[in-house]
T-cell receptor
Framework: DGGITQSPKYLFRKEGQNVTLSCEQNLNHDAMYWYRQDPGQGLRLIYYSQIVNDFQKGDIAEGYSVSREKKESFPLTVTSAQKNPTAFYLC?????????????FGQGTRLTVV | AQSVTQPDIHITVSEGASLELRCNYSYGATPYLFWYVQSPGQGLQLLLKYFSGDTLVQGIKGFEAEFKRSQSSFNLRKPSVHWSDAAEYFCAVGAGYGGSQGNLIFGKGTKLSVKP
């Protein structure tokens, strides 16, 4: 079945560590996105990519990094510079830029700092 | 700047009762509007969208929404709520320009609880 796969579902990070969240899609979509979700805050955009080898910062990119080497994959690294990384992270994709088309979301990764 | 407001953080309705979730937006052009639903610990699923044309749009699971330009609103409705509708609902506007160009701006969500 076509869709978006995020892994792992749960992730624990120690202080000072970098961790990488995986996002893979087999929908042949050009655009991919990372959102952060905190209780009562809605979704906030971290990074997005409209095409392979290109990505743009969203509203809260500090402390995060991404790469887009393949159309299917858009991994997110949460670096030690992110001071409050505990959150629910959602990856999404769309045929083209999201604002005028449907976005498809993964099941999310819950990251906890221990 | 574009923004989306969902005034109700949490709503509880009885099963079988009607439902209306409110959404107001601020946008300088013709908006692209969406409603998404999220079950606990899951991703988001598109319920319906409005791009142009008929201001009353039908979606999945028996939901509908009405675009009212004069009120800058896009409220979600359902005539009879089922227990399986308990979830969090997000309204979003497509930001075709500005700081989030190419992306959606989400409201903070309304959590729906359903009483038996």
């Amino acid at each position: 079945d076509g869709g978006i796969t995020q892994s792992p579902k749960y992730l624990f990070r120690k202080e000072g560590q970098n961790v990488t969240l995986s996002c893979e899609q087999n929908l042949n979509h050009d655009a991919m996105y990372w959102y952060r979700q905190d209780p009562g805050q809605g979704l906030r955009l971290i990074y997005y990519s409209q095409i392979v080898n290109d990505f743009q910062k969203g509203d809260i990119a500090e402390g995060y990094s991404v790469s887009r080497e393949k159309k299917e994959s858009f991994p997110l690294t949460v670096t030690s510079a992110q001071k409050n990384p505990t959150a629910f992270y959602l990856c999404a994709s769309s045929v083209r830029v999201m604002w005028n088309t449907e976005a498809f979301f993964g099941q999310g990764t819950r990251l906890t700092v221990v | 700047a574009q923004s989306v407001t969902q005034p109700d953080i949490h709503i509880t309705v009885s099963e079988g009762a009607s439902l209306e979730l409110r959404c107001n937006y601020s946008y300088g052009a013709t908006p692209y509007l969406f409603w998404y639903v999220q079950s606990p610990g899951q991703g988001l699923q598109l319920l319906l969208k409005y791009f142009s044309g008929d201001t009353l749009v039908q979606g999945i699971k028996g939901f509908e929404a009405e675009f009212k330009r004069s009120q800058s609103s896009f409220n979600l409705r359902k005539p009879s709520v089922h227990w399986s509708d308990a979830a969090e609902y997000f309204c979003a506007v497509g930001a075709g320009y500005g700081g989030s160009q190419g992306n959606l701006i989400f409201g903070k969500g309304t959590k729906l609880s359903v009483k038996p």
